[in-house]
Structures are given as C-alpha cells and as structure tokens.
Nanobody, 125 residues
Framework: QVQLVESGGGLVQAGGSLRLSCAASGLTFSSYAMGWFRRAPGKEREFVATISWSSGGNSVYADSVKGRFTISRDNAKNTVYLQMNSLKPEDTAVYYC?????????????????WGQGTQVTVSS
C-alpha cells in the first residue's frame, strides 16, 4: 500500500520560510518522479514543482514560485522536500505531494499515480 505523508505546513508571515516534507512508503521511491501541487481556497489544484527520479536530477517549477521554492529529494530516506522562501499571502493553500508513474520530471497532474493528504500552508500579510 502506497502512502505519501506530508508535514511541515503551518502559519507564517509574509517573507518567511517553511520546509515541507513528504515521506513515501510502499513504492520503489527512487523509480518515481515526485511533485508538489497546491490548491488555494476557491481555486483549482495547480502544479508547483517536480523533480526527476535522481536526487541530483532535473527539476521544474511553476513560474509563480521560481526563484523562491526549491524541490529536493533524499532517496535514502524516501523523502521529498519543498523549501519555500519569501512566502507571499498568495502562496496560501493546501500543499500535496505526489508520485508520478514515470521517472522524469513532469508538471502534468495526470502523470501522478499517488497523492498525499495534503498539508496546510497559511501566509499572513
């Protein structure tokens, strides 16, 4: 049974930082590209960042977070991270990690076979 468990969300002031973690189990983690998505209140889920199977592999970011967020992974710990700096109120959302049914980085949500339950990030102005 595949499980993705996010942690690290919370309340932070604008300009602050948070680091999200996603611990994976029940899958060969190093074979999967991983991604982060988010859903803001009243909006559809949107892509945030993705990283290919390798810890030093290719990563892709949404334009809205480029230069502020960094995705990374530790295959020895079966964990993917999202370092979020210079947070803005518009970053407020539930953040989800997901495992893609392929090894290369992909922004398409349809490529992701497994999803976590999400962690709330709230950025106050």
């Amino acid at each position: 049974q595949v499980q993705l468990v996010e942690s690290g969300g919370g309340l932070v002031q604008a300009g602050g930082s948070l680091r999200l973690s996603c611990a994976a189990s029940g899958l060969t983690f190093s074979s999967y590209a991983m991604g982060w998505f988010r859903r803001a209140p009243g909006k559809e889920r949107e892509f945030v960042a993705t990283i290919s199977w390798s810890s030093g592999g290719n990563s892709v970011y949404a334009d809205s977070v480029k230069g502020r967020f960094t995705i990374s992974r530790d295959n020895a710990k079966n964990t993917v991270y999202l370092q979020m700096n210079s947070l803005k109120p518009e970053d407020t959302a539930v953040y989800y990690c997901a495992a893609a049914a392929r090894s290369y980085a992909t922004a398409g949500s349809y490529d992701y076979a497994y999803w976590g339950q999400g962690t709330q990030v709230t950025v106050s102005s």
